[in-house]
């Protein structure tokens, strides 16, 4: 694809999201999901305007990390460092039951010999793709709801941040399992790396910028030094430490969260984000779905896949919630606000294609998920805390 066309390519998808979006938001449902059809319907599996390219690629991957880094500088740490303990088991039950579900779903269409066998591999690779968990989505659909900073809003980011973590680590077992040159031990040890290495220079980064906040406050340098920031954390945590990069821009909005200007470095990221980067981000979610070959054996494993996959996530992450004493409709939002899948299992589902632990007829399954969980997962939130408003509204009775 030339450059020419790619602008070409950008003018339609910017114009339909943003259409599309429109029409969502008066049908009552979130913008993104009017973007992520705006992608299907100019996509390859509708008109075919767009076609997926590098270019687009990377705008996408520059949109999610905007995102994610936006969603950092609107966290309360407080409310963080809370609900720290509880993401965690939230997120550990968030992998565990999808991993054995996705496993358990293999074996009882196409069977494993025995624990170990090329078959047994197989069938927990497919669990492994239903452990990841998309943030972006999420974010993007609180924060249009206005709910993000609220504690169940960041109970949900703070568990989808360690859910994807925890999950590719069990994915270098997997590989490590299968391939004896890979070594898991180095996954946990990186990790551990980054942790420290956010640690140390958060710390030195976030007095260098309460020094410029002071002395330019509402100052455009401060943002370009923010985005700057996001950028170098985002390279860091893949480069470096094998953390996938939004990992790195949540951190660094999470160094910055707490400045006098973080909403103002919020509202100026949002600018750019909102405008291009986002649309391109959610529209390219439509836009890489194609179902050429598909038959009715995948159909079948596509439709078991997506249930397994949306009902393990609500049932592990949100009775781990409800364990923990939350009500029932906050229990279901944290369950629903984690079954969201993304650029983390089209990784996983790739990564499964050039090891062959993943044969290429199941990769429209996992299309299929993203777009399912993505358009669903906004529309049900919205419908709870809807619900919530409704019940705050209804008129108190008074005796007389």
Same mark, same amino acid.
């Given at each position: 694809?030339?450059?020419i066309a790619f602008?070409r390519?950008l003018?339609?998808?910017?114009v339909s999201?943003?259409?599309?979006g429109l029409i969502a938001?008066?049908?009552?449902?979130?913008?993104v999901v009017?973007e992520i059809l705006?992608?299907?319907?100019i996509?390859?599996c509708?008109?075919?305007?767009?076609?997926q390219?590098?270019y687009l690629?990377l705008? %996408?991957?520059?949109?999610?990390v905007m995102?994610?880094f936006e969603a950092?500088?609107?966290?309360?740490?407080k409310?963080?460092l809370?609900?720290g303990?509880?993401?965690?088991l939230?997120a550990c039950a968030?992998v565990?039951?999808?991993?054995?579900?996705g496993?358990?779903l293999?074996?009882?269409?196409?069977g494993?010999?025995k624990?170990g066998?090329?078959?047994?591999?197989r069938?927990?690779?497919?669990?492994?793709?239903?452990?990841a968990?998309?943030?972006?989505?999420t974010?993007?659909? $609180?924060?249009?709801l206005?709910?993000?900073?609220?504690?169940?809003? @960041?109970? #949900?980011?703070?568990s989808?941040i360690?859910?994807d973590?925890?999950?590719? #680590?069990v994915?270098?077992?997997v590989l490590?399992f299968?391939?004896?040159?890979?070594?898991p031990?180095?996954v946990?040890?990186?990790?551990?790396l980054?942790?420290?290495?956010?640690?140390c220079?958060?710390f030195l980064?976030?007095y260098i910028?309460?020094?410029?906040?002071?002395k330019y406050p509402?100052?455009?340098?401060?943002?370009i030094?923010g $985005? %700057?920031m996001?950028?170098f954390m %985002?390279?860091?945590?893949?480069?470096?430490f094998g953390i996938a990069?939004i990992t790195?821009?949540?951190v660094?909005?999470?160094?910055l969260?707490?400045?006098?200007?973080?909403e103002y470095i919020?509202?100026?990221?949002?600018i750019?984000?909102? *405008?291009?980067f986002?649309p391109?981000?959610?529209?390219s979610?439509? #836009?890489?779905?194609?179902?050429?070959?598909f038959?009715?054996e995948?159909?079948?494993?596509?439709a078991g896949?997506?249930a397994?996959?949306?009902?393990?996530?609500?049932?592990?992450?949100?009775? @781990?919630a409800k364990?923990?004493k939350y009500?029932?409709?906050?229990?279901?939002?944290?369950?629903?606000?984690?079954?969201?899948?993304g650029?983390?299992?089209?990784?996983?589902?790739?990564?499964?294609?050039?090891?062959e632990?993943?044969?290429?007829k199941y990769?429209?399954?996992?299309i299929l998920?993203i777009?399912v969980?993505?358009?669903? @997962?906004?529309?049900?939130?919205? *419908?709870?805390y809807?619900?919530?408003?409704?019940?705050?509204a209804?008129?108190v009775?008074?005796? @007389?």
């Open positions: 694809m030339d450059r602008f390519d003018a339609i998808i910017i999201a943003k259409v599309c938001q008066k049908l009552k449902a979130p913008q009017g705006a992608g299907l319907v996509g390859p509708c008109l075919g305007w767009v076609n390219s590098d690629a705008l %996408a991957e520059i949109g999610v995102i994610m950092g500088l609107e966290t309360n740490m409310d963080l809370r609900t303990p509880k993401a965690l939230i968030g565990l039951i999808p991993l054995v579900g496993t358990l293999y074996g009882g269409f196409y494993f010999d624990i066998s090329e078959s047994f591999f069938a927990v690779f497919i669990g492994t793709i239903m452990t968990t998309s943030v972006g989505i974010v993007q659909a $609180l924060k249009e206005g709910h993000l900073k609220e504690e169940i809003g @960041t109970l #949900i980011l703070s989808a360690i859910d973590v925890i999950g590719i #680590i994915l270098t077992f490590g299968k391939n004896p040159d890979s070594k031990s180095e946990i040890i990186n990790t551990g980054f942790v420290l290495f956010s640690f220079l958060g980064t976030y910028f309460k020094i410029i906040d002071k509402h100052q455009r340098r401060i943002p030094l $985005l %700057a996001c950028m %985002a390279f860091a945590a893949e480069e470096f990069d790195g821009a949540y660094a909005g999470l160094i969260c707490s400045l006098k200007d973080s919020a509202r100026k990221i949002d750019n984000s909102y *405008m291009i986002g391109v981000f959610f529209a979610i439509g #836009i890489i779905t194609e179902f050429d070959g038959n009715k995948i159909l079948l494993f596509s896949f997506i397994v996959a949306l009902l393990t996530k609500i049932i592990g992450c949100g009775l @781990t364990c923990m009500n029932f409709r906050d229990s279901l939002k944290v369950g629903v606000g984690m079954m969201t899948r650029e983390v299992a089209l990784i996983v589902a790739k990564k499964g294609l050039s090891v632990l993943l044969e290429s990769f429209a399954s996992v998920l777009i969980s993505s358009i669903l @997962t906004p529309i049900i939130l919205k *419908m709870l809807s619900k919530d408003s409704a019940e705050t209804e008129p009775a008074v005796e @007389t």
